[in-house]
């Protein structure tokens, strides 16, 4: 099970309180991962990345074991602490302004 902690706003859109926890079908990469975020709560679609290019949306980085993954490609296998449940997949928003 991948441990998800997703922000504020969306924990609010998908109605759930802390931790998420997902079952992914194969290899677990960051693109797996979010797919199947987006098929438990269908109401993140298109919130997180892109419908059409799949592109992480602006103001929402990934992290995972200290490090940024927003830039990696979407294949490339989450560190082996995350898909043992050892550590989260977060999801944070950035804040912007001056």
Do not use: K, W, Y
Not at 51 to 62: E, M
Not at 73 to 79: A, E, S
């Amino acid at each position: 099970m991948i441990r998800v902690i997703l922000p504020p706003h969306l924990r609010t859109l998908a109605r759930v309180n802390g931790e998420v926890l997902l079952e992914v079908q194969g290899q677990a990469t960051l693109r797996s991962a979010l797919d199947a975020l987006e098929a438990s709560f269908p109401m993140l679609r298109g919130t997180i990345r892109d419908h059409v290019t799949q592109q992480r949306r602006p103001f929402l980085r990934f992290f995972a074991c200290s490090e940024d993954l927003s830039h990696e490609p979407p294949d490339t296998p989450l560190p082996d602490a995350v898909i043992a449940g050892e550590e989260p997949l977060l999801l944070v928003g950035a804040i912007a302004g001056g």
